[in-house]
């Protein structure tokens, strides 16, 4: 319980640090101000700061007293282009961009991770690697800091990450061994036909109406395709085709997104859009192209350090929910991460009905109950104590 203790001790320390990096959100690769602050203060504590890592990441290397494990602990520092409707006094001062997602309690989590373990050398063995990434909403921002090397020098041999998850109440945790969060993709299709008079539709091929039929037609690889203990989502969320009330367009464009957990169902969903999409609209005399761009990975944890992490928050939260079956088609670039480092991505339950605290992931009027950031402090330096 002393490590539980050490994290309340810490409350006022990061939640000071939340509502300051709420109140300064940035955008993907933008996280200038929010770096500055993270590598001001592990420089303080004494660790190794390396800095510009993918443009605006951070890493931090804490030396225990003793040879051991290289445990990597991530944490994300971007906002989102949202027009923050909280109220609160730590609102965002920056138009258009908030906090919405819960990554500046992440960063702030990550700081007081890190003044804990440092106050805790003499108990370490090995080395903890703090990477602070930036970019984590769809841009790249972990493939990047991968790509510039940070899972070397040291190679990490255990890697852990959180997410607070507004989606459940203050007292819940999701620790869950395999798949957690779905592989993503974004698809954007063209379908193109000939255009013509809206009053004389017999003399072209109307794309909008092929559209139509292939957004219907998409829906059917989750229902018919797949095995019915398999899982998908394909969501068509953008279309955009023509300006004119009488002007039957010669192209319309639609973009969405694909979510996946595993890889064959991933190639089955793939080839059957494309399929359908070409199929469909070839039938009404028009063409489709189909682009695909990867997000991230399938987030998948490893069985032993997955139930490392759910002992040890047995311990600390005696009284609380953990869910040991929770996955979600979100997704989380944490899982390059992951590819070829074992480890664990755990949610820790953030919201609070009674306090209005339960707007969802990426709204306007997303806050949290901020004692979930003690627990939180405590599940991540706890775990590393027991690896170490």
Same mark, same amino acid.
């Given at each position: 319980?002393?490590?539980?203790?050490?994290?309340?001790?810490?409350?006022?320390?990061?939640?000071?640090?939340?509502?300051?990096?709420?109140?300064?959100?940035?955008?993907?690769?933008?996280?200038?101000?929010?770096?500055?602050?993270?590598?001001?203060?592990?420089?303080?504590?004494?660790? /190794?700061?390396?800095? @510009?890592? *993918? #443009?605006?990441? $951070?890493? %931090?290397?804490?030396?225990?007293?003793?040879?051991?494990? =290289?445990?990597?602990?991530?944490?994300?520092?971007?906002?989102?282009?949202?027009?923050?409707?909280?109220?609160?006094?730590?609102?965002?001062?920056?138009?258009?961009?908030?906090?919405?997602?819960?990554?500046?309690?992440?960063?702030?989590?990550?700081?007081?991770?890190?003044?804990?373990?440092?106050?805790?050398?003499?108990?370490?063995?090995?080395?903890?690697?703090?990477?602070?990434?930036?970019? /984590?909403?769809?841009? @790249?921002? *972990? #493939?990047?800091? $991968?790509? %510039?090397?940070?899972?070397?020098?040291?190679?990490?041999? =255990?890697?852990?990450?959180?997410?607070?998850?507004?989606?459940?109440?203050?007292?819940?945790?999701?620790?869950?061994?395999?798949?957690?969060?779905?592989?993503?993709?974004?698809?954007?299709?063209?379908?193109?036909?000939?255009?013509?008079?809206?009053?004389?539709?017999?003399?072209?091929?109307?794309?909008?109406?092929?559209?139509?039929?292939?957004?219907?037609?998409?829906?059917?690889?989750?229902?018919?395709?797949?095995?019915?203990?398999?899982?998908?989502? $394909?969501?068509?969320?953008?279309?955009?085709?023509?300006?004119?009330?009488?002007?039957?367009?010669?192209?319309?464009?639609?973009?969405?997104?694909?979510?996946?957990?595993?890889?064959?169902?991933?190639?089955?969903?793939?080839?059957?859009?494309?399929?359908?999409?070409?199929?469909?609209?070839?039938?009404?005399?028009?063409?489709?192209?189909?682009?695909?761009?990867?997000?991230?990975?399938?987030?998948?944890?490893?069985?032993?350090?997955?139930?490392?992490?759910?002992?040890?928050?047995?311990?600390?939260?005696?009284?609380?929910?953990?869910?040991?079956?929770?996955?979600?088609?979100?997704?989380?670039?944490?899982?390059?991460?992951?590819?070829?480092?074992?480890?664990?991505?755990?949610?820790?339950?953030?919201?609070?009905?009674?306090?209005?605290?339960?707007?969802?992931?990426?709204?306007?009027?997303?806050?949290?109950?901020?004692?979930?950031?003690?627990?939180?402090?405590?599940?991540?330096?706890?775990?590393?104590?027991?690896?170490?």
């Amino acid at each position: 319980m002393t490590i539980l203790n050490d994290a309340q001790n810490l409350f006022d320390y990061v939640r000071e640090h939340r509502r300051d990096f709420h109140r300064h959100p940035e955008l993907g690769f933008q996280e200038k101000r929010t770096a500055a602050v993270v590598a001001d203060e592990l420089a303080g504590l004494g660790l /190794e700061v390396t800095t @510009g890592i *993918a #443009k605006t990441g $951070v890493t %931090a290397l804490l030396h225990g007293h003793k040879p051991g494990k =290289v445990v990597l602990l991530r944490f994300d520092m971007d906002a989102l282009p949202i027009q923050e409707q909280t109220g609160v006094d730590y609102a965002s001062e920056v138009p258009g961009v908030m906090h919405a997602c819960g990554h500046d309690g992440h960063t702030a989590i990550g700081l007081a991770v890190a003044r804990l373990l440092s106050q805790k050398r003499e108990d370490l063995a090995g080395t903890i690697k703090f990477v602070f990434q930036p970019a /984590e909403e769809g841009l @790249g921002g *972990a #493939k990047a800091m $991968v790509d %510039a090397g940070v899972l070397e020098n040291p190679k990490p041999d =255990v890697a852990l990450g959180l997410h607070l998850w507004n989606e459940q109440p203050v007292g819940w945790m999701g620790i869950t061994s395999g798949a957690i969060m779905a592989a993503a993709e974004i698809f954007e299709v063209k379908i193109t036909g000939k255009g013509s008079h809206g009053a004389l539709p017999h003399q072209g091929f109307d794309p909008v109406l092929a559209t139509a039929q292939v957004i219907s037609a998409l829906q059917g690889i989750v229902s018919r395709n797949l095995p019915p203990l398999e899982t998908a989502v $394909v969501s068509v969320t953008s279309v955009q085709g023509g300006e004119a009330f009488n002007v039957i367009p010669s192209m319309v464009e639609l973009k969405g997104t694909i979510r996946t957990f595993t890889p064959e169902v991933r190639e089955l969903v793939l080839e059957r859009f494309r399929q359908v999409s070409e199929g469909v609209a070839g039938s009404m005399g028009c063409r489709a192209e189909v682009l695909f761009s990867s997000i991230t990975p399938t987030v998948v944890n490893d069985p032993g350090i997955t139930r490392l992490v759910d002992q040890v928050a047995g311990k600390l939260f005696p009284n609380d929910h953990i869910d040991q079956n929770f996955c979600t088609m979100g997704s989380e670039d944490m899982a390059y991460f992951m590819e070829s480092t074992p480890g664990c991505f755990f949610m820790i339950g953030s919201a609070n009905e009674a306090k209005g605290l339960n707007a969802g992931h990426h709204h306007p009027c997303f806050d949290f109950d901020e004692q979930a950031l003690v627990k939180g402090v405590a599940l991540m330096a706890g775990t590393v104590l027991e690896l170490t």
